[in-house]
């Protein structure tokens, strides 16, 4: 099925252990977000993309790196893990403006717990 | 800046009863405004949306209404399903093409 895929699905770090969570849509999508899920704070945005070889800081940015060297793939890196970085990971893509009513495609979320 | 502020869950009705989810926003603009539905371990759905004042988004039973005079964009629907528990996300779209969010009001429907 046509989609955004995130992998892993979990995943434990030690505190200072780095990892990268891939984001692959498959819908030819232009933009790519970077999301974090926390209780009773909602979505952040981490980071975002709106092409191929862009990235853009958003809400939350801090302790977080990003790539889109390829336009179906979003990479979020993690270089020096913290606890405070424990959280549900949620990536998305859409089309285009967001004026035209397109919303977003997310993935089912990475959930990553630092220890 | 712009916002979302949704009603505090949880929500909990009996099936079959009305539900409504209250979601005001500020905007400078004429954002376009969407509802998205989270179930248990999964990801965000696009439940409904609507892209200018007047419009009524309406899908899987619920309604929502864009009221430009009262910045409000309130869920509805007419006669819940235990189903249908989950968590509720208002949303706008801001002027730089990314969604704001509210802070989710999580619903819980009993048999």
């Known amino acids: 099925n046509a989609g955004v895929t995130q992998t892993p699905k979990f995943r434990v770090l030690k505190t200072g252990q780095s990892m990268t969570l891939l984001c692959a849509q498959d819908?030819?999508?232009?933009?790519m977000y970077w999301y974090r899920q926390d209780p009773g704070m909602g979505l952040r945005l981490i980071h975002y993309?709106?092409?191929?070889?862009?990235?853009a800081k958003g809400e939350v940015p801090d302790g977080y790196n990003v790539s889109r060297l390829k336009k179906q793939n979003f990479l979020l890196g993690l270089e020096s893990a913290a606890p405070s970085q424990t959280s549900v990971y949620f990536c998305a893509s859409s089309p285009g403006h967001l004026s035209g009513g397109y919303g977003y495609t997310f993935g089912s979320g990475t959930r990553l717990t630092v220890v | 800046g712009d916002s979302v502020t949704q009603m505090e869950g949880p929500v909990t009705l009996s099936e079959e009863a009305f539900l409504t989810i209250n979601c005001t926003y500020t905007?400078?603009?004429?954002?376009?405004l969407f509802w998205y539905v989270q179930y248990p371990g999964e990801g965000l759905q696009l439940l409904l949306k609507?892209?200018?004042?007047?419009d009524k988004g309406s899908n899987k039973g619920f309604e929502a209404t864009y009221r430009k005079e009262t910045t409000s964009f309130h869920l509805e629907k007419g006669s819940v399903q235990v189903s249908d528990s989950a968590v509720y996300f208002c949303?706008?779209?801001?002027?730089?093409?990314?969604?704001?969010f509210g802070t989710g009001t999580r619903l819980q429907v009993f048999p």
């Open positions: 819908m030819n999508h232009e933009y």
């Open positions: 949303a706008l779209s801001d002027d730089t093409d990314k969604l704001i």
């Open positions: 905007a400078t603009g004429y954002p376009s």
């Open positions: 993309s709106v092409g191929e070889g862009t990235t």
């Open positions: 609507a892209t200018k004042a007047d």
